[in-house]
C-alpha cells in the first residue's frame, strides 16, 4: 500500500472542461481513480445533484479530462494498486 491522494474541481455557472495531468502521483505507482463527476444532464438550476461514480486505473503520467456542469464540479480519491 501507500498514501492516498485527492484532487477537486468546482466552477460557477458556466459549464467547463479542464485537463488535469497526474504529475503529483508518486512515478513508481498504478492508482485506482474513484471518480465523483456530474452526470450528463446535471445543470445547478433543474438538476444540481446528478451525478455519476466512475474507476480507471491512472499513474503519474496520466491526463484525465474533467468535464465541470454550470455549478458543478469533480472530487476523485487516488488510491494505490497493490
Not at 481513480?33 to 503520467?61: F, G
Amino acid at each position: 500500500g501507500g498514501q492516498d491522494y485527492y484532487l477537486g474541481a468546482v466552477t460557477d455557472q458556466h459549464g467547463r472542461t479542464l485537463r488535469a495531468p497526474l504529475s503529483f502521483l508518486d512515478l513508481d505507482t498504478t492508482y485506482r481513480a474513484e471518480i465523483y463527476r456530474d452526470a450528463k444532464d446535471a445543470h445547478w438550476n433543474n438538476n444540481p445533484q446528478a451525478y455519476e461514480v466512475t474507476q480507471q486505473t491512472v499513474t503519474a503520467n496520466t491526463v484525465l479530462e474533467l468535464r465541470l456542469a454550470p455549478g458543478g464540479g469533480q472530487a476523485i480519491r487516488f488510491t494505490p494498486v497493490d
